[in-house]
């Protein structure tokens, strides 16, 4: 726990880095768990505007008032 | 970027956590209004809901964004945090930066419906895609921008490739 405090603090002495700690230099587990949730996202948001469920398809333009979408 | 004097750092840190926090809960209250939008029976609320989320995003949401991406990147850059060294600043930054620009290319369609929402009276099902796809965004939204507090708040650790450089280079001055 001394390691996270030394890591969240920013103190007088301005030292981000715990010089006790040797950070591991490999991308951390969360890091990964993140990216896979943003690539799945970023599929998803790729998917649903592919098949047209994007948010300007369902607003009608100036030349075609009468979208499928109004009344 | 030089680093901060403690004033102005505590300043910049204020005015961060001040437009974070208020653009979560514009954005809340942005998505309390889009549900009311979707499912109320009432037409002038309906209407008024449309209104009021148009100004919001106008006045509130899109100034509040980029309060905070500014604040942000003065904030990480004007002290020893850095943008690129820890992934929290960098991952923060990013979701920062792409909640920004979705909100930007999405104020067209608010402002749509604000537009309609003025000029005509709105039945349950007129727009209904759209409104729906409002109130997902604000949901959306509102998960990016709790992450984003989570982050500053745990600040987990591991530095970046970048981060590990310049760590290596700091201890070599020593």
Do not use: C
Not at chain 1, 23 to 30: I, K, N, S, T, V
Not at chain 2, 65 to 81: D, H, M, Y
Request: proline share 4%.
């Amino acid at each position: 726990m001394d390691e996270n405090r030394n890591h969240e603090t920013l103190g007088a002495g301005e030292t981000m880095i715990p010089d006790n700690v040797a950070d591991p230099e490999g991308m951390p587990r969360w890091v990964k768990v993140f990216g896979i949730i943003g690539v799945i996202l970023a599929i998803i948001f790729v998917i649903l505007h592919l098949t047209g469920h994007g948010l300007h398809e369902h607003i009608p333009s100036a030349d075609h008032p009468s979208s499928t979408d109004a009344k | 970027m030089r680093i901060m004097p403690p004033g102005i750092r505590k300043f910049a840190l204020v005015a961060h956590i001040a437009s974070s926090v208020g653009w979560l809960g514009a954005v809340a209250g942005f998505m309390a209004l889009s549900v009311v939008g979707l499912t109320s029976m009432d037409s002038l609320m309906v209407r008024s809901s449309y209104l009021a989320m148009e100004q919001i995003s106008r006045f509130v949401i899109v100034p509040l964004s980029l309060a905070s991406l500014f604040t942000g990147l003065v904030q990480s850059l004007g002290t020893p945090w850095g943008l690129f060294r820890h992934y929290w600043v960098l991952i923060k930054f990013l979701l920062t930066l792409l909640a920004t620009f979705i909100l930007l290319t999405h104020t067209q369609a608010i402002n749509y419906m604000g537009n309609v929402a003025a000029k005509t009276i709105l039945s349950s099902t007129d727009f209904r895609q759209l409104r729906i796809q409002l109130m997902a965004n604000a949901g959306a939204a509102l998960i990016v921008l709790l992450v984003n507090t989570g982050l500053s708040v745990y600040k987990p650790r591991g530095l970046t490739w970048f981060g590990h450089r310049k760590q290596r280079e700091e201890r070599k001055m020593l």
